[in-house]
């Protein structure tokens, strides 16, 4: 996890960002906006004296769940606050990561500064005192439906219970929240409740998820464009004029990239009639990864909206210096659960067209490029094996891209009986988008070695611009040795975002 002591992301009622979400769990501190303290200070006020007036209120003055017919005296809810956590907190499988508490903890506390959950400020500081200490909760990873599972373990570690991560060791909660010098603190009304009620997993992962694919969408685009200049195939069928005639934004964006980013090749240049029409997986790039753009920006959109929404039940708003208490579903995870099978199925979209790729370029009978993509009569494999890592994690996307949302069951004896599933279609995209890094690295590896049997003819603008970068820690491969390393070496160029970031630059304009 990368740290940035400076610039803090302000948390408020202002809309947030992905990019607010993905910089706070990868590091960044949190500063909270006063007016939403202030707000939230109101309304817990109003909860307070609803209680002293025994109004019937669900998850505070009742059980939940099920339990919901139960009543509750003044003196049990603290401690039912609590109990719910612990009863909660039993996920299993491997640990989340770092990262993915530390977006469930941001998102988690975005809502809560909407002032609708009944929390007081103190439980918005506490949680942004956690983050800005880097006192991390330990949560198992699986088993939850849409929510309640990770962030009752999260919600433990608030409280001094389960455990927590603090400067690389796993300590007893209230150890490490000591060592970072963060006092005891007891629930106050809501206060367990407030953090597990919400869509708050799912919409965290779906953060982590439409960035990381966000970042790979560009490298994806030079990756194909690449295996077409190596492969001397024609930019014919990125022509503006084309794409207007079927006007689907990312499908036209995609070409106009492609065009920027293939600009002044002698390769394309030199060959230019040397294929009438090239293969689908070539020739279709802008289709392709055009409509993997369009259902990345619709998950976008729906993902962001989740994450400025408030999605607690109940929800507390005073109106009229009267407290009204509103029970309902918003803490269904359908809208962010349907996107995120749907990006599943877009990242596999894209995984198979780039395998498809990397086993043409590295294929004598169809590329014109020497065998495996090394010198011949060397008596080396090459290129041979990587496109067969990419062929299997390719297979492993097909799988992933089965929907999470339609296995919805029944729980909490009937009384929840149509769950989202979101989390399972979140760690699915996750996963999807952890594989089609290393599926487009590896076209990558494949397309810079590719271009340099093309010398002394240049490479395009984009081509050469990429290939810089990727000689900085990838060298040409002139005999087998150990690939494993370049292949991570690439991934890594990927993940730290600077590839893309130069590709986005040279694709603005026009």
Known sequence: ??????????????????????????????????????????????????????????????????????RLSREQISGTQLNMLRSHACGVGPDLSLREVRAMMVVTLKSLLQGYSGVTPALAQRIADMLNQQVTPWSPGSGSVGYLIATAHIGLAVFGEGRCWYQGEMLPADKALALAGIPPYAPGPREGHALVGGTYEITALACLAVADFGRLLPVADMAGGMCLEALRGNTRGYDARLHALRPHPGQQETARRLRHLLKDSEILTRYRDHRIQDALSLRCIPQIHGAVRDQLANCRQIVTTELNSVTDNPLFLVE?????????????????????????????????????????????????????????????????????????????????????????????????????????????????????????????????????????????????????????????????????????????????????????????GE
């Open 320 to 508: 009229e210096q009267q407290l009204t208490v509103l029970p309902g579903g918003n803490g269904h995870g359908a809208p962010v659960a349907l996107a995120l099978d749907s990006l599943a199925i877009a990242i596999a979209q894209l995984s198979t067209a780039s395998q498809a790729r990397s086993d043409r370029i590295t294929n004598v009978h169809l590329s014109g490029l020497p065998a495996f993509l090394v010198t011949p009569g060397a008596g080396c494999s090459g290129m041979m094996i990587p496109p067969y890592v990419a062929a299997a994690l390719a297979g492993d996307n097909r799988s992933l891209a089965g929907p999470a949302s339609i296995h919805t069951v029944p729980t909490c004896a009937g009384q929840e009986d149509h769950v989202s599933m979101g989390v399972s279609a979140a760690r699915k995209a996750l996963k999807a988008v952890e594989n089609a890094v290393d599926i487009v690295a590896i076209e990558l590896l494949c397309a810079c070695q590719a271009l340099e049997f093309h010398r002394p003819l240049r490479a395009a603008v984009g081509s050469e611009a990429t290939l810089a970068l990727v000689r900085e820690v990838v060298p040409w491969r002139e005999k087998d040795t150990a690939l494993y390393p370049d292949m991570h070496a690439l991934r890594d160029l990927i993940n730290r975002g600077k590839l893309s970031a130069m590709l986005q630059e040279m694709c603005v």
């Open 1 to 70: 996890m990368t740290t940035h002591p400076h610039s803090p992301v302000i948390l408020g009622r202002d809309p947030s960002s992905i990019d607010d979400i993905v910089r706070i769990a990868d590091g960044a501190p949190v500063a909270l906006d006063q007016a939403a303290l202030d707000n939230m200070a109101v309304v817990s006020q109003r909860i307070e004296l609803a209680i002293e007036e025994g109004q019937v209120i669900y998850g505070l003055t009742t059980g939940v769940g099920d339990l919901v017919t139960t």
